[in-house]
């Protein structure tokens, strides 16, 4: 089991920038991917990017590539997603997620594919783009 605290969310104008992180407490020492997600008002979930703690696989969703990156320190336990750039079309609360894989490549197929592979997930946190 993880549990996961997300901190971060904030009010900024268009194009301004924000980061938020994702602190996992967990009782293994296994690989874990690390996943964001978020939705927003009306709108269905989205997998917005993720990363894998063993290394070498990252995602990033078409709607924030170029503006978000992903990132993750394994001595702090702590996922980064850092928004720049940012649009009113990225107001939502966002939430991260995780689940113990030794195949980095399933985290690629949960966060496109298979969000119930996600089995720990986080309170969530607002984030608002003002026009």
């Known amino acids: 089991q993880v549990q996961l605290v997300e901190s971060g969310g904030g009010s900024v104008q268009a194009g301004g920038s924000l980061r938020l992180s994702c602190a996992a407490s967990?009782?293994?020492?296994?690989?874990?991917?690390m996943g964001w997600f978020r939705q927003g008002p009306g709108k269905e979930r989205e997998g917005v990017a993720s990363i894998y703690s063993g290394g070498g696989s990252t995602y990033l969703a078409d709607s924030v590539k170029g503006r978000f990156t992903i990132s993750h320190d394994n001595a702090k336990k702590t996922s980064y997603l850092q928004m720049n750039s940012l649009k009113p079309e990225d107001t939502a609360m966002y939430y991260c997620a995780a689940f113990f894989t030794s195949n980095g490549a399933n985290c690629y197929t949960a966060i496109r594919y298979v969000h119930r592979s996600f089995k720990n997930w986080g309170q969530g946190t607002q984030v608002t783009v003002a026009s």
């Open positions: 967990r009782s293994s020492y296994s690989a874990y991917c």
